[in-house]
């Protein structure tokens, strides 16, 4: 009895552990910035398929739902990501997900050159000039990576950095553990200053 009531106690901070990371990350390099016009840019996930694969259709969701979460108009949502192993840009497949199975209707636009986030960030720039806030659509601790790139790249347009509604507790919960893990990984190149959490 104690030895699974241990295991429980082991698998509960686990679960919290991976929910604490996700939920710091997605609220890391984030301000306040107000504005009629935003962008969401929604970042690409290698796709050897001809449609959107699992991660690439929840990031799609991830993004159409930053779209609504606080009523913005003059909202764009750009989809970043080149080409796959099939020919078919990661940007176009999730587009093609978002119009036809999501029904959005929105403003679109594609980026489909880039295969790193670097590239991500770097092609998705000229279309971020002219607007008041960004949000970046990904995994949370990926999503990071791109604003600290922004910022490494931009930091005017870092300023305009506001949360996408890239976390939700209990989404992925039993997932979040290797999320964590992952995103522990992807972003021990970041400064300790690019992990700052702003609220």
């Given at each position: 009895?104690?030895?699974r009531?241990?295991?429980?106690?082991?698998?509960?901070a686990v679960l919290a552990w991976g929910e604490w990371l996700n939920w710091r990350w997605s609220r890391a390099l984030v301000g306040s910035s107000?504005?009629?016009s935003e962008a969401v840019v929604v970042l690409g996930y290698r796709n050897p398929q001809s449609t959107a694969n699992s991660i690439n259709r929840w990031r799609v969701r991830a993004g159409i739902r930053s779209t609504t979460a606080?009523?913005?108009s003059g909202t764009r949502v750009i989809f970043s990501g080149g080409a796959t192993s099939n020919g078919a840009a990661e940007a176009q497949l999730m587009a093609d997900y978002a119009k036809s199975v999501?029904?959005?209707d929105g403003t679109v636009l594609l980026e489909d050159q880039s295969a790193t986030t670097w590239e991500n960030v770097t092609n998705v720039i000229p279309l971020l000039e002219d607007v008041d806030r960004i949000k970046v659509a990904s995994q949370p601790?990926?999503?990071?990576?791109?604003?600290a790139y922004l910022r490494r790249q931009r930091p005017?347009?870092?300023?305009?950095l506001v949360r996408a509604d890239d976390y939700r507790p209990g989404e992925w919960m039993v997932g979040k553990p290797l999320l964590a893990l992952y995103g522990l990984w992807i972003l021990r190149g970041l400064k300790g200053e690019e992990?700052?959490?702003?609220?």
């Open positions: 009895m104690r030895r009531t241990g295991l429980v106690l082991v698998g509960a107000v504005g009629a606080d009523g913005a999501l029904e959005f601790a990926h999503a990071l990576k791109a604003r005017d347009l870092a300023e305009r992990r700052r959490v702003w609220l």
